[in-house]
């Protein structure tokens, strides 16, 4: 560049313009370049590029340290709240009555009594309200799951089904209204089994015409038939050839609830601007405004979803369940409105595991090599197919990965039944399938003659690798193709055998009647749903170098608003407590997709990256004008701006206010977006040891280890607390959770008969986390939430098989089943898994 | 919801409770932890005696020859007392099974008696250690064996007026065990099978055998039979075996869909011989 | 019904209706603390302090309390000065959703009250009565032991 003054600059290029009269100097910054040349430049893209991978600090000041939760004071003091804990004047409380049929029609539906009752000011039925089919899963616009659900129908398909909607004064008056509501029913042939629902004959529960998927995948109702997909690589067929052995056997996770100890709640109420103002427990608010504007048929503007405190969600409050309900309350009685779900509704009409028929089938040869892998799964849905697709997915892509071999089949049909309905919960699918194909790893290892741990360590994925699953399943669409770029998983497993002292215990069973086991299983899952999800997050500066952080993002108790204030200070260079976070509130928090799918660390989190560095760009140009600096000498470190030499310095208060009052005034702030480009599997080995009583059947678990690999632990101790949790969920889910059905309708619909643990029946449970580091994720962050739910199932399956021989396919392992089992392998009378012993077979 | 309700009377002493209940214009009840009564859902009890701060009915006394609980002592004080001997220790792990701490401080020691349930804990224990039910109605009372109470279903049994105000038991001299097992699936569960038994041995052989089982049934029994079979012989295998197996066939089995009932009678056969097994040994100590 | 009753060291005159249940009386009356997981007595989430004694609220009539002494939650401590059981379950990471928390706190409170060196057997057995979803209880049941520690050795609660 010539080496001129700006004023001979300008002085040259005016004779260029001699038309123009205007004195425009050619280096002052403005919006719009208005003096338009020529030639056409290219306007660049306003649409943000989110990276493949984050920079990657030499230490973290932040991160990976194990910072006090920002709402813990106040959840312990009992100062914060959640969706129940307002009091607001003119409160209507709402009940649903529910169906006590598993199928029937509405012959017809009275509520003249129901209505004169003292305190009931409204009561609907299908009669009054729009009928709009549309899903309640909590997902992506356009949903991958069917338009099947209405705020009310003229048909039940389910035990707790919606019937009508009563709105009253106190909830017992509105208890009592719902007893006098007068339902003629005609009852109808219902089914319960998912192997028999897609049978000609079957009654068919979506009979109605208006149902539908809003994209191009299977959906045929006429046959129950919620969803069907199916994927191959290599040839399955050739490989079971190849092998020494094959094995197959049918698996059938069960029903359960997540059991979150706050159960669905929801408020709602005008604002002063007539604007429906949804107060909810949910693990979607923006969802739940679109899908809310959806069924009550108004524009999504007049709509404001905030989500406060949420006492637990673990899937269940991935679903727009109770806020149609309110909504309708509110603007047609114009106050505003409760429902809360008892503990028996939140078992019977909110949302489940879905159970699954699980077959695999297996080939592998005597030194190892696995040849094939097939895996057919039935998934239960229930009623409604919210997630039916989806959970049906990632069966295949959360699992099939795990284990190197050239040829897989994947084959999965989601059916309908007159049973609760399934829906989202940790694990989505990996949970159900992984008990198949772990417990069959070990019967393969048993059958080959090889150490089930050895098995598994020749054969697992490990980094470099890639798998042709990771492309071939998606979810509604296809998937995204990735090489592990981290995996600790090898360390997870030695750790956790010397910690549970594998090599000592294992195959010493005793001889009395109580036998000794230990069992083990490897797991993988995803972090965020890549190329379709969005989390958005936006930062902006406050005169005493504080920063409000609004995010959609939705911390359920996970402690997300935390991580990602630790996420931010990393990358500002200042403290966590220097954030103040805002989230899940549509009006005021920029979009998120919400907490599902291991997402908000590894995605929100690249967000978060993203606005924080445009706000530490915009800090330290601020600084050096101030410090009469130059840009590129300015660092940080500690909420201080230090010039060249650290001879100058301000502070993070002194550019805040330098940038609002003294000169260049504008408001330090800035918005991030993201989307991810991979799902990079967190992974974990966990280890069980259990007692059986060889003459009750009952299985006592003495230890339980779970080492996971989560790439940096943003929080440590937070991620060892969702293991923690994750794990005793997972153990109470293998040993005593279940549904007991009686045509249809859960009998054991309370705590009192569903049984999840407390303190005196822990066992001695030990978890850890290895080191690894994800180059794609912020500052090498993975997932951790969902993986170690499923490990319990096979662990402790093959603890129980390892400790008395008997090979359980019908979770949970309660007492009566493990004894009959015994039983039934003392008289040989089981089945042997169909094995084919190949001779001699020359590879 | 207890609809109807609305007068609670606050009695300082056992006669002035006895006395509200006797004179009760309306339908009135007593409480003492009111955990099965808040979840009664009865429409038509209109007023309620609390008993639960009368004095003289929340005490744990021991000496020589018997142990005394007041029935409004919550179960947590019998669970966390310093009970000693077979009485006391029975008593002391049949109450720490029931429910939870947050529970234990609110049941009583007469409630898990006198509002009795398939799963309640207590009663078998009260059973096999020949425990006294002293009624009172006012200043006169009786004293009747726990069995009479409980065959003739408590409530009923109960005159109006009258509220039962201790339960005692004996004793035992050296040469007694007794045995308390109860088959959930968590710590904080309702009782699949309930087992307890006394044995007192002397000269080698049984002299007295008491053997009770609930949960299974619909209301705790004793098994008279197996006693019998018991009583005079010396203990082995084969005579616990036996006794197991009588006990069990003379039992009416109750539905409980959480186990089909050949599952429940073959185990609680188990559980019957190891409680045997378990209170001949502690005989021999 | 009138109930008069002491809640966090404060007088209360109530208007109560007899068959209100006293869960939803403390909530009525502000104490937010006090959360509803059942109302059947099973999962602790509405356990406060009666007379001493850690209880299920949602299955206590109000008229059990007549002249009795509560403490919930929010009686423990405030956010400025917690008491060191709080301080404790937020070092320890024991809260992550919060909700089963305050019931947890009475009945360790309870404990400590009664045995202030207690074994982690003690503890397991105190917190028996209270449910929680989220945390395993693992940072728990450290929380309770280390909070013994403090207050044993007189220590005032951080900051």
Same mark, same amino acid.
């Given at each position: 560049?010539?080496?001129?003054?700006?004023?001979?600059?300008?002085?040259?290029?005016?004779?260029?313009?001699?038309?123009?009269?205007?004195?425009?100097?050619?280096?002052?910054?403005?919006?719009?370049?208005?003096?338009?040349?020529?030639?056409?430049?290219?306007?660049?893209?306003?649409?943000?590029?989110?990276?493949?991978?984050? $920079?990657?600090?030499?230490?973290? $000041?932040?991160?990976?340290?194990?910072?006090?939760?920002?709402?813990?004071?106040? #959840?312990?003091?009992?100062?914060?709240?959640?969706?129940?804990?307002?009091?607001?004047?003119?409160?209507?409380?709402?009940?649903?009555?529910?169906?006590?049929?598993?199928?029937?029609?509405?012959?017809?539906? =009275?509520?003249?009594?129901?209505?004169?009752?003292?305190?009931?000011?409204?009561?609907?039925?299908?009669?009054?309200?729009?009928?709009?089919?549309?899903?309640?899963?909590?997902?992506?616009?356009?949903?991958?799951?069917?338009?099947?659900?209405?705020?009310?129908?003229?048909?039940?398909?389910?035990?707790?089904?919606?019937?009508?909607?009563?709105?009253?004064?106190?909830?017992?008056?509105?208890?009592?209204?719902?007893?006098?509501?007068?339902?003629?029913?005609?009852?109808?042939?219902?089914?319960?089994?998912?192997?028999?629902?897609?049978?000609?004959?079957?009654?068919?529960?979506?009979?109605?015409?208006?149902?539908?998927?809003?994209?191009?995948?299977?959906?045929?109702?006429?046959?129950?038939?919620?969803?069907?997909?199916?994927?191959?690589?290599?040839?399955?067929?050739?490989?079971?050839?190849?092998?020494?052995?094959?094995?197959?056997?049918?698996?059938?996770?069960?029903?359960?609830?997540?059991?979150?100890?706050?159960?669905?709640?929801?408020?709602?109420?005008?604002?002063?601007?007539?604007?429906?103002?949804?107060?909810?427990?949910?693990?979607?608010?923006?969802?739940?405004?679109?899908?809310?504007?959806?069924?009550?048929?108004?524009?999504?503007?007049?709509?404001?979803?905030?989500?406060?405190?949420?006492?637990?969600?673990? +899937?269940?409050?991935?679903?727009?369940?109770?806020?149609?309900?309110?909504?309708?309350?509110?603007?047609?009685?114009?106050?505003?409105?409760?429902?809360?779900?008892?503990?028996?509704?939140?078992?019977?009409?909110?949302?489940?595991?879905?159970?699954?028929?699980?077959?695999?089938?297996?080939?592998?040869?005597?030194?190892?090599?696995?040849?094939?892998?097939?895996?057919?799964?039935?998934?239960? *849905?229930?009623?409604?197919?919210?997630?039916?697709?989806?959970?049906?997915? =990632?069966?295949?892509?959360?699992?099939?990965?795990?284990?190197?071999?050239?040829?897989?089949?994947?084959?999965?049909?989601?059916?309908?039944?007159?049973?609760?309905?399934?829906?989202?919960?940790?694990?989505?699918?990996?949970?159900?399938?992984?008990?198949?194909?772990?417990?069959?790893?070990?019967?393969?290892?048993?059958?080959?003659?090889?150490?089930?741990?050895?098995?598994?360590?020749?054969?697992?994925?490990?980094?470099?690798?890639?798998?042709?699953?990771?492309?071939?399943?998606?979810?509604?669409?296809?998937?995204?193709?990735?090489?592990?770029?981290?995996? +600790?998983?090898?360390?997870?497993?030695?750790?956790?055998?010397?910690?549970?002292?594998?090599?000592?215990?294992?195959?010493?069973?005793?001889?009395?009647?109580?036998?000794?086991?230990?069992?083990?299983?490897?797991?993988?899952?995803?972090?965020?749903?890549?190329?379709?999800?969005?989390?958005?997050?936006?930062?902006?500066? =406050?005169?005493?170098?504080?920063?409000?952080?609004?995010?959609?993002?939705?911390?359920?108790?996970?402690?997300?608003?935390?991580?990602?204030?630790?996420?931010?200070?990393?990358? #500002?260079?200042?403290?966590?407590?220097?954030?103040?976070?805002?989230?899940?509130?549509?009006?005021?928090?920029?979009?998120?997709?919400?907490?599902?799918?291991?997402?908000?660390?590894?995605?929100?989190?690249?967000?978060?990256?993203?606005?924080?560095?445009?706000?530490?760009?915009?800090?330290?140009?601020?600084?050096?004008?101030?410090?009469?600096?130059?840009?590129?000498?300015?660092?940080?470190?500690?909420?201080?701006?230090?010039?060249?030499?650290?001879?100058?310095?301000?502070?993070?208060?002194?550019?805040?206010?330098?940038?609002?009052?003294?000169?260049?005034?504008?408001?330090?702030?800035?918005?991030?977006?993201?989307?991810?480009?991979?799902?990079?599997?967190?992974?974990?080995?966990?280890?069980?040891?259990?007692?059986?009583? *060889? $003459?009750?059947?009952?299985?006592?678990?003495?230890?339980?280890?779970?080492?996971?690999?989560?790439?940096?632990?943003? =929080?440590?101790?937070?991620?060892?607390?969702?293991?923690?949790?994750?794990?005793?969920?997972?153990?109470?889910?293998?040993?005593?959770?279940?549904?007991?059905?009686?045509?249809?309708?859960?009998?054991?619909?309370?705590?009192?008969?569903?049984?999840?643990?407390?303190?005196?029946?822990?066992?001695?449970?030990?978890?850890?986390?290895?080191?690894?580091? $994800?180059?794609?994720?912020?500052?090498?962050?993975?997932?951790?939430?969902?993986?170690?739910?499923?490990?319990?199932?096979?662990?402790?399956?093959?603890?129980?098989?390892?400790?008395?021989?008997?090979?359980?396919?019908?979770?949970?392992?309660?007492?009566?089943?493990?004894?009959?089992?015994?039983?039934?392998?003392?008289?040989?009378?089981?089945?042997?898994?169909?094995?084919?012993?190949?001779? +001699?077979?020359?590879? | 919801?207890?609809?109807?309700?609305?007068?609670?009377?606050?009695?300082?002493?056992?006669?002035?409770?006895?006395?509200?209940?006797?004179?009760?214009?309306?339908?009135?009840?007593?409480?003492?932890?009111?955990?099965?009564?808040?979840?009664?859902?009865?429409?038509?009890?209109?007023?309620?005696?609390?008993?639960?701060?009368?004095?003289?009915?929340?005490?744990?006394?021991?000496?020589?020859?018997?142990?005394?609980?007041?029935?409004?002592?919550?179960?947590?004080?019998?669970?966390?007392?310093?009970?000693?001997?077979?009485?006391?220790?029975?008593?002391?792990?049949?109450?720490?099974?029931?429910?939870?701490?947050?529970?234990?401080?609110?049941?009583?020691?007469?409630?898990?008696?006198?509002?009795?349930?398939?799963?309640?804990?207590?009663? %078998?224990?009260?059973?096999?250690?020949?425990?006294?039910?002293?009624?009172?109605?006012?200043?006169?009372?009786?004293?009747?064996?726990?069995?009479?109470?409980?065959?003739?279903?408590?409530?009923?049994?109960?005159?109006?007026?009258?509220?039962?105000?201790?339960?005692?038991?004996?004793?035992?001299?050296? /040469?007694? /065990?007794?045995?308390?097992?109860?088959?959930?699936?968590?710590?904080?569960?309702?009782?699949?099978?309930?087992?307890?038994?006394?044995?007192?041995?002397?000269?080698?052989?049984?002299?007295?055998?008491?053997?009770?089982?609930?949960?299974?049934?619909?209301?705790?029994?004793?098994?008279?039979?197996?006693?019998?079979?018991?009583?005079?012989?010396?203990?082995? %295998?084969?005579?616990?075996?036996? %006794?197991?197996?009588?006990?069990?066939?003379?039992?009416?089995?109750?539905?409980?869909?959480?186990?089909?009932?050949?599952?429940?009678?073959?185990?609680?056969?188990?559980?019957?011989?190891?409680?045997?097994?378990?209170?001949? %040994?502690?005989?021999?100590? | 019904?009138?109930?008069?009753?002491?809640?966090?060291?404060?007088?209360?005159?109530?208007?109560?209706?007899?068959?209100?249940?006293?869960?939803?009386?403390?909530?009525?009356?502000?104490?937010?603390?006090?959360?509803?997981?059942?109302?059947?007595?099973?999962?602790?989430?509405?356990?406060?302090?009666?007379?001493?004694?850690?209880?299920?609220?949602?299955?206590?009539?109000?008229?059990?309390?007549?002249?009795?002494?509560?403490?919930?939650?929010?009686?423990?401590?405030?956010?400025?000065?917690?008491?060191?059981?709080?301080?404790?379950?937020?070092?320890?990471?024991?809260?992550?959703?919060?909700?089963?928390?305050?019931?947890?706190?009475?009945?360790?409170?309870?404990?400590?009250?009664?045995?202030?060196?207690?074994?982690?057997?003690?503890?397991?057995?105190?917190?028996?009565?209270?449910?929680?979803?989220?945390?395993?209880?693992?940072?728990?049941?450290?929380?309770?032991?280390?909070?013994?520690?403090?207050?044993?050795?007189?220590?005032?609660?951080?900051?």
């Amino acid at each position: 560049m010539a080496n001129t003054t700006k004023k001979e600059t300008v002085k040259k290029a005016a004779p260029k313009k001699a038309t123009t009269t205007a004195k425009k100097p050619a280096v002052k910054k403005t919006g719009a370049q208005k003096a338009a040349p020529k030639t056409k430049a290219a306007v660049e893209s306003a649409i943000p590029e989110s990276p493949l991978v984050f $920079e990657r600090p030499e230490k973290f $000041e932040q991160v990976k340290h194990s910072l006090e939760k920002v709402d813990a004071l106040g #959840l312990v003091c009992g100062t914060q709240k959640y969706v129940g804990d307002i009091d607001l004047p003119n409160l209507l409380h709402v009940k649903v009555l529910g169906s006590p049929h598993a199928h029937a029609r509405i012959k017809s539906i =009275n509520t003249d009594d129901a209505l004169k009752l003292p305190g009931v000011v409204a009561i609907y039925t299908y009669k009054d309200v729009p009928r709009v089919p549309r899903t309640t899963a909590g997902q992506g616009w356009p949903e991958p799951s069917p338009y099947d659900t209405y705020l009310l129908d003229s048909k039940v398909r389910f035990v707790g089904d919606r019937v009508a909607i009563v709105a009253a004064e106190t909830i017992e008056q509105a208890e009592e209204a719902c007893k006098k509501i007068k339902v003629e029913y005609e009852v109808l042939e219902a089914v319960f089994d998912p192997e028999k629902a897609m049978d000609k004959g079957a009654p068919v529960i979506h009979d109605e015409k208006d149902a539908y998927v809003p994209i191009p995948i299977f959906y045929d109702k006429s046959r129950n038939h919620a969803s069907h997909v199916e994927t191959k690589v290599g040839d399955v067929e050739k490989g079971y050839k190849q092998a020494d052995v094959v094995l197959e056997k049918k698996f059938y996770p069960h029903y359960a609830q997540h059991c979150p100890i706050e159960p669905h709640i929801c408020m709602a109420w005008l604002d002063e601007n007539d604007r429906l103002v949804l107060r909810t427990s949910t693990q979607v608010p923006f969802h739940a405004r679109r899908i809310t504007a959806q069924t009550l048929q108004i524009p999504i503007k007049k709509i404001r979803v905030i989500k406060p405190r949420v006492g637990g969600a673990f +899937g269940a409050k991935q679903e727009v369940l109770l806020e149609d309900i309110c909504g309708l309350v509110t603007l047609r009685t114009r106050r505003p409105c409760k429902l809360a779900l008892t503990r028996s509704e939140e078992f019977m009409s909110s949302r489940t595991r879905h159970p699954m028929v699980v077959k695999i089938k297996m080939g592998a040869k005597k030194d190892g090599t696995i040849t094939a892998l097939s895996m057919r799964i039935i998934s239960n *849905t229930g009623a409604y197919g919210s997630h039916a697709l989806t959970v049906l997915s =990632n069966c295949g892509s959360k699992v099939l990965p795990l284990y190197r071999t050239d040829n897989i089949e994947f084959v999965g049909d989601t059916v309908y039944t007159n049973l609760p309905v399934g829906g989202a919960y940790r694990g989505y699918g990996a949970t159900q399938a992984c008990f198949g194909t772990e417990s069959l790893m070990d019967d393969m290892a048993e059958a080959i003659g090889m150490d089930p741990i050895k098995f598994r360590q020749m054969n697992h994925i490990v980094e470099g690798e890639s798998s042709p699953i990771f492309k071939a399943l998606g979810e509604g669409r296809e998937g995204v193709d990735m090489a592990i770029g981290s995996c +600790g998983l090898a360390e997870c497993i030695t750790k956790g055998m010397k910690i549970i002292d594998w090599q000592k215990k294992y195959g010493k069973k005793g001889t009395g009647t109580k036998r000794r086991g230990l069992g083990m299983c490897c797991l993988m899952q995803g972090s965020s749903i890549p190329e379709i999800d969005m989390g958005s997050v936006f930062i902006k500066m =406050n005169e005493d170098g504080s920063f409000n952080m609004l995010l959609g993002a939705t911390d359920l108790g996970t402690g997300s608003d935390t991580v990602m204030a630790q996420i931010a200070a990393e990358t #500002l260079g200042c403290k966590h407590t220097d954030m103040i976070v805002y989230s899940s509130d549509t009006d005021m928090t920029p979009f998120d997709v919400g907490a599902y799918a291991s997402s908000t660390t590894y995605l929100t989190g690249g967000a978060v990256i993203t606005a924080a560095k445009k706000v530490r760009d915009q800090i330290i140009s601020v600084a050096a004008l101030k410090m009469g600096e130059k840009i590129e000498d300015i660092t940080i470190a500690d909420g201080i701006c230090y010039g060249k030499g650290k001879k100058n310095k301000v502070s993070f208060s002194d550019v805040s206010k330098y940038s609002l009052y003294e000169n260049k005034q504008f408001q330090i702030g800035a918005i991030g977006s993201h989307i991810s480009h991979a799902s990079p599997p967190p992974f974990a080995a966990h280890f069980a040891e259990v007692e059986v009583d *060889t $003459e009750t059947g009952e299985v006592k678990l003495l230890s339980y280890v779970a080492g996971v690999d989560c790439g940096t632990a943003i =929080n440590p101790q937070l991620a060892d607390g969702q293991t923690q949790g994750a794990c005793m969920n997972g153990i109470s889910f293998a040993l005593t959770e279940e549904y007991i059905f009686d045509n249809g309708k859960m009998l054991n619909s309370t705590f009192g008969n569903y049984k999840i643990w407390g303190t005196k029946d822990m066992p001695n449970l030990q978890t850890f986390l290895v080191d690894t580091y $994800e180059n794609t994720g912020p500052y090498g962050a993975k997932s951790v939430s969902e993986i170690s739910i499923n490990g319990a199932l096979p662990a402790i399956g093959n603890a129980i098989k390892n400790a008395v021989g008997v090979r359980l396919t019908h979770p949970p392992f309660t007492a009566e089943k493990v004894l009959k089992a015994m039983k039934e392998l003392k008289s040989a009378k089981v089945e042997a898994p169909k094995a084919t012993a190949k001779k +001699g077979k020359k590879k | 919801m207890l609809k109807k309700l609305t007068q609670f009377y606050y009695p300082k002493t056992v006669e002035d409770a006895c006395s509200q209940l006797a004179n009760a214009k309306e339908k009135t009840s007593v409480i003492a932890g009111g955990t099965s009564e808040a979840l009664r859902n009865d429409s038509t009890i209109e007023a309620l005696v609390d008993l639960s701060k009368i004095k003289e009915l929340s005490f744990i006394k021991s000496d020589s020859s018997s142990i005394s609980i007041g029935a409004a002592t919550p179960v947590q004080d019998i669970y966390k007392s310093d009970l000693s001997g077979v009485s006391g220790e029975l008593l002391k792990t049949a109450a720490g099974k029931i429910g939870s701490t947050l529970l234990r401080n609110a049941i009583t020691a007469g409630g898990n008696l006198v509002a009795l349930f398939p799963w309640s804990d207590l009663p %078998a224990a009260y059973m096999v250690l020949d425990a006294e039910v002293v009624c009172r109605k006012g200043k006169p009372k009786r004293t009747v064996p726990v069995i009479n109470l409980i065959n003739s279903k408590p409530a009923s049994f109960l005159t109006k007026g009258e509220i039962v105000a201790e339960i005692k038991v004996p004793v035992f001299k050296k /040469g007694t /065990g007794a045995s308390f097992a109860k088959m959930s699936k968590t710590s904080n569960d309702y009782s699949l099978i309930t087992v307890a038994s006394r044995i007192t041995i002397a000269g080698g052989k049984i002299e007295e055998a008491r053997l009770a089982v609930n949960a299974i049934t619909a209301q705790p029994v004793r098994c008279e039979e197996a006693e019998k079979l018991l009583v005079g012989k010396k203990p082995d %295998a084969e005579l616990l075996a036996e %006794a197991a197996k009588k006990a069990v066939a003379g039992l009416k089995v109750r539905k409980d869909y959480r186990a089909t009932e050949e599952y429940r009678k073959e185990v609680c056969e188990v559980m019957i011989r190891r409680s045997l097994e378990e209170s001949i %040994a502690k005989a021999g100590k | 019904m009138k109930l008069n009753v002491k809640i966090n060291g404060k007088k209360f005159d109530l208007e109560v209706n007899p068959n209100a249940m006293l869960i939803d009386v403390l909530r009525d009356a502000g104490f937010k603390s006090v959360k509803n997981g059942c109302s059947e007595g099973s999962c602790g989430a509405c356990a406060v302090m009666i007379d001493g004694r850690p209880k299920n609220s949602c299955i206590i009539l109000a008229g059990q309390v007549q002249n009795s002494e509560i403490l919930t939650a929010e009686g423990l401590g405030n956010p400025e000065t917690p008491h060191i059981l709080q301080r404790s379950f937020v070092d320890h990471g024991s809260t992550q959703c919060g909700y089963c928390n305050p019931g947890s706190l009475i009945s360790v409170k309870a404990l400590l009250d009664k045995n202030p060196k207690p074994t982690e057997a003690d503890v397991k057995d105190a917190l028996d009565g209270n449910l929680c979803r989220c945390t395993g209880y693992v940072k728990r049941i450290e929380a309770v032991l280390d909070a013994a520690k403090i207050i044993q050795k007189g220590t005032k609660g951080k900051k």
